[in-house]
């Protein structure tokens, strides 16, 4: 199932368009796992930066995104696939105050550790 995507391709399977479609590639996935990696962090125009440049905790939201990605590639063929929340994020331990200055490019890993064909 390991297929790579260009951001068109993975605009084309998540519900964040334009500049708020925060990945750039899609690396490698399978029924359990996904990895994505992106530069969009060191963007001056990135949708959640701040005055004061992109803080640790979007982090959340690039990972919600690849997991969005992930839901999408393990949809059903002819059903779409259900919409995701993210209802807490615990124990979340950011080690730097700002993204924007990170290295790129920022490597995404995401795991299914629960889920049914509906979600």
């Not at 029924?31 to 930066?49: E, V």
């Not at 992109?54 to 997991?67: D, F, S």
């Not at 992930?70 to 993204?99: E, F």
């Not at 200055?101 to 995404?108: F, W």
């Amino acid at each position: 199932m390991s297929a790579t995507l260009d951001r068109e391709g993975i605009a084309a399977r998540i519900p964040h368009q334009g500049t708020m479609c925060l990945l750039d590639r899609l690396e490698a996935w399978d029924a359990q796992t996904i990895h994505c990696s992106t530069r969009t962090h060191q963007n001056a125009d990135n949708p959640l930066r701040t005055p004061g440049g992109l803080l640790a905790p979007c982090a959340i939201e690039y990972a919600a995104q690849a997991m969005a990605l992930h839901g999408g590639l393990t949809a059903a063929p002819d059903q779409p696939p259900s919409a995701g929340y993210i209802a807490s994020t615990r124990n979340v331990r950011l080690h730097r105050l700002n993204l924007h200055d990170a290295p790129a490019p920022l490597h995404l890993h995401a795991q299914r550790l629960s889920g049914d064909a509906q979600q």
